[in-house]
């Protein structure tokens, strides 16, 4: 899964639709159009938190955040 504040980019569970529509755009014009909400003019990177689990016994794995560069 991977979110940014509030905002719910991709998901496991997520409907195919919705991944079909999120998956080839950028990652800055995706959080605008799920949070309905432009980027901040005086920002130029995103934090984006994210969950992963192995596949073999399905335990959460721990991933630092990420800082995404946009401008």
């Given amino acids: 899964m991977i979110s940014t ?3 719910m980019l ?3 569970f997520m409907q195919k639709d919705k991944l079909t529509d999120r998956m080839p755009r950028k990652m800055s014009n995706l959080v ?3 949070s309905k ?3 901040p003019a005086e ?3 995103l934090v ?3 969950c992963c689990n192995r596949i073999e016994d399905d335990e959460e794995v ?3 955040s990420v800082r995404y560069k946009y401008k």
């Fill in 10 to 12: 991709y998901s496991f």
């Fill in 62 to 64: 721990d991933v630092p």
């Fill in 48 to 50: 984006f938190e994210i």
């Fill in 37 to 39: 909400q432009p980027l």
């Fill in 32 to 34: 605008e159009v799920v």
């Fill in 5 to 7: 504040g509030k905002c």
């Fill in 43 to 45: 920002s130029s990177y």
